[in-house]
């Protein structure tokens, strides 16, 4: 059976991708489910600080350089049903993987043998980063109400946004109409990923159809991290929001993660696998993030009553 | 109207309801899911902050307007509201008014939504009261009959309004007002209890609403408890309120707060006699558009408090806070602490934080443009 990937950004680094993957992993193996993480930040992998192993022997760097097969570098951990896969390139510059490289390793990932692959993906918005984001069944952007890391996560969206677009129009024979409306942009006066595809919406009704539908199939499953009040969660909502009318996606807030104080020295003191049990209300958060991701359910506004 | 575009407009307000397409939201749901994204859009979140440049006014008035076409369209479809053009009116004119309007205000943005359900509830008993008139008058006599006429009568609520702006004595004046608040709070209870009442399901519960007026009915005389259900309104308006004789302070705005902490449009007219109302009493209440009021600063004097006391229980520096009450912009922190620190502020001193935040970045985005 096909595992069901889901690819784990967000753009600004230390809003809590690692600690998220890790412990929505942690989540799905002890539900039963089999899990695959995978530390695809080449640059700086950390995960496995998260999860309270040692670097493994082998790594993605053997993957893409001694073409050493996924399945064969993939670790058991402590937690049954967890396994996990670092992905620190040593020797290789991580912006040097060829295309080709890339695809395979793509391929690999989609025949892992799992119900579940998590990929984390590492900060920035490199074209690494945003192809891997692609792949994705589900991609799941962690934010934090702070404006940069809001910013960095538009930038994001903005690019994956922009390849997907140009992707699904290609497909359609249009091949590289948004590259090609964005290289005249200053003759079409586009200034932002929004007039691009206003400008592509107003091309023919075709291409409006073919725009419409890869926008509403852009699922974006939004983590708000490090919440420490009330407005910060309104915070959340709003950038949902934005996302869904700005962007025209279909963005969800799957839930948010209160901020803990001395995170890191918990994260440092505990044992093995222990990040995730910090504290009983953030478990139960994650519990809760996890089961709206697999519902596919999102959080309700607070104040809106529901049922 | 038709199901895609009716789904359609559901999505703009994100209030589609992917689990069940059938439920509705109630009218209270659609409002201040309006009114949130509305604020989003036209205002500046943290969320809109970094697409600042890149936004174009024009642009950001397309998203509005959506939501307007959206929001005006789904209240029409409302099972048990009709549709009411003051409405949406409202809604349009309040991004000019909301700038000019003055202190007093504020202290009535939590008046307009119960005007407004008070006046969606009267006009709505019309359809439901053939139907449910129908049993007490069959089962009872011509007792009803009398109640129905007050009814009725209440049905105008201007004719309250029109009586306080011409006051014949002052007591008299007082109770009206204090009668018209309370009622209004009842409205807002019942509504909220029950949201968005589909005409069977009330009649079917009419217990359910008589309960909540229960609170009340100590207070009054009222000799036959079974008249309530029908005319709970009016009685509550003939038996004189709780806090008669009592002059209606400054510290009963917030007070209603409480009950309705979100805020709602309201009929223009009923709200600009009702602020006539209350400018009467309330001294230097309503005061000139062209004067610019100190809000923070005149509410935190009149609740007796200092900047000290400000400071703590906001957490807020003394001087950004004073640099804040005095509109001193060159001193302020950027935008977005900025905007924290008044929300903080208002929210300590019981005012609409948003409404206030508003306002207050609204000048301040001005006085940036204006210095550049």
Known sequence: MKSEIWVIGGGKGGTGKSFLTSSMGMKLAQMGKRVTLIDADLGGANLHTFLKI???EYSLTDFFERKIPLSDIIKDTDIPNLRFITGDIR????????????????????????????????????????????????????????????ENLYLLIKKVLFRRLNRVLSEHGLRDAAKKAWNHKTSKNIKSIRDLILYLKSLSPDIDIVVNKALSEFKLHLILNQVKNDRHIETGFDTKSVLCKYFGIDARLMGYISFTEFFWKFVKE???FRPVTLTASTSQE???????????????IPGLSNE | MNNEKYKKYLETLELYNEDDPSKLPSLEETREAHSRLKRIFESDSMAIDPLEDEFSTADRQNIM????????????????????????IREFQSEVDRYELDI???????????????????????????????????????ETETIEIDVEEELQPTEHLREITHPVEEKQEERYIEIHLEEEKTEEAEFTEVPAPPAEEIIENPGETGDLTRPTETLSTVEEQEKK???????????????????????????????????????PQEKSKMEDTLAEWIPGAKQDE?????????????????????????????????????????????????????????KALSLDSHQITDEYMKKYRKWQRDRE
């Open chain 1, 54 to 56: 040692k670097k493994p």
């Open chain 1, 91 to 150: 020797s290789l510059d991580s912006t040097g993987i060829k295309y080709t490289q890339k695809l395979r390793l793509y391929r690999h990932i989609k025949s892992i043998s799992a119900d579940y692959v998590l990929i984390d993906l590492g900060a920035g918005s490199g074209p690494n980063t945003i192809d891997t984001f692609l792949i994705a069944d589900k991609m799941i952007a962690v934010t934090m109400p702070e404006i940069t890391a809001i």
């Open chain 1, 270 to 272: 505990s044992g093995a």
């Open chain 1, 286 to 300: 994650i519990s809760s993030v996890v089961q709206n991701i697999l519902e596919n359910k999102q959080v309700k």
């Open chain 2, 65 to 88: 307007n959506q939501l307007n076409e959206a929001y005006q369209a789904l209240v029409q479809c409302i099972p048990g509201t009709e549709p009411e053009k003051e409405i949406p």
């Open chain 2, 104 to 142: 007093m205000d504020i202290g009535l943005e939590e008046e307009r939504p119960q005007e407004y359900f008070l006046s969606k509830v009267l006009a709505q008993p019309e359809e439901m009261k053939t139907e449910e008139e129908k049993i007490p008058e069959e089962e009872k006599n011509a």
């Open chain 2, 229 to 267: 259900e029908f005319t709970e309104i009016h009685l509550e308006d003939e038996i004189p309120g709780p806090h008669e004789g009592e002059t209606l302070s400054e510290e009963e705005i917030p007070l209603t707060e409480e009950i309705s902490p979100t805020g709602k449009p309201g009929s």
């Open chain 2, 290 to 346: 062209s004067e610019e009021i100190l809000i923070l600063k005149e509410t935190r004097e009149n609740l007796g408090l200092s900047i000290q006391d400000a400071a703590v229980s906001t957490g807020v520096k003394e001087e950004t806070l004073r640099d804040i009450e005095m509109e001193n912009f060159p001193s302020l922190p950027e935008a977005g602490e900025l905007r924290w620190c008044i929300g903080t502020y208002a």
